[in-house]
């Protein structure tokens, strides 16, 4: 059976947070710094140039593609508490409608886990297992993860959607150094693409799952052969998404933390993944599952 990928790539921002962007880009671009913000190598690539004042850069070493100018972890911070927005993604609901959510499982909206449940029961990640679900917005995937028979840890940078997460919808909210315990898969849904450096997650990870442990990913696909397919392809870089990250970039990242990566794009199928089989790159949304090998 193959799943539906029913969670939705949203890139939008509004005129005002727009306009903000644009005069700060503005403000950086001229002698912007063009190394890559993964391994900092200086031999990097301009792909593409947008609104006059950003540009999509890729490295020559490692593949990570990003954005010019890159801000500083202080300003991505500032941006997820203040001017983030993400439509269902961030709008936490009122007490009616978070009722009529769960009472359908969040089936049929934006936001239904339904197909990355299968996606994590096909590696077999069976119920009981412990899931860090790190950035977890206002908490509607690990409740959805925790329907579904998992111990749930989670994380969300935003105070107010945190807040929401843990009096609303139960969330046990913790960062990876305060968790109790190791745990099975460090999951992460549209996540690594909004990080100023994409290593954090991975070196994240690894201190916190157990030995052969897995990490999943969920991410708009940065596969270079989808530009010539499909005309959006570079509306999934911006102030939203810093970076745009490809197959062979995740894949080389990970095996340099010692992990075994597997990649596949939606929908999924869910008899490959358990079969452990190759699946097809072209779809929106990417999913990497990496599987510890070593210390």
Known sequence: MAGGGSVKIHCSMSYS??????????????????SCPACSEVQTVLLRRKYGVT?????????????????SPEEDVQFYQ??????????CPTPDELTRLK????????????????????TRLDPGSVIYDFGCSWGYGSWQLRHAGYRVYSFEVSRPRARYAVENLQ????????????VDCFFAAHVIE???NPRVLWEMALDVIKPAGKVVFFLPNGEPSRERL????????????PLLLSPLALTRMGELYGFDVRCYSSPYNVQEIAKEALGKLTGDELLIIGTLLHR
Request: charged share 25%.
């Open 171 to 182: 969330c046990k909210l913790c960062t990876p150094d305060e968790l109790p315990e190791k």
């Open 55 to 71: 540009a999509l850069y890729r490295c020559t070493s490692c593949e990570v593609m990003f954005r010019v100018p890159k801000a």
């Open 103 to 122: 009472r359908c499982c969040f089936a049929g909206t934006e936001k239904d886990y339904s197909s990355y449940v299968e996606v994590l029961r096909a």
């Open 17 to 34: 947070n727009k306009l903000r962007y644009l005069l700060w880009a503005g403000a950086h671009f001229i002698n912007a710094d063009t």
């Open 82 to 91: 203040r001017d983030y927005e993400q439509g269902f993604s961030t709008d």
């Open 194 to 196: 909004h990080l100023t």
């Open 230 to 241: 499909h005309g959006g392809y570079h509306q999934l870089w911006g102030r939203v998404h």
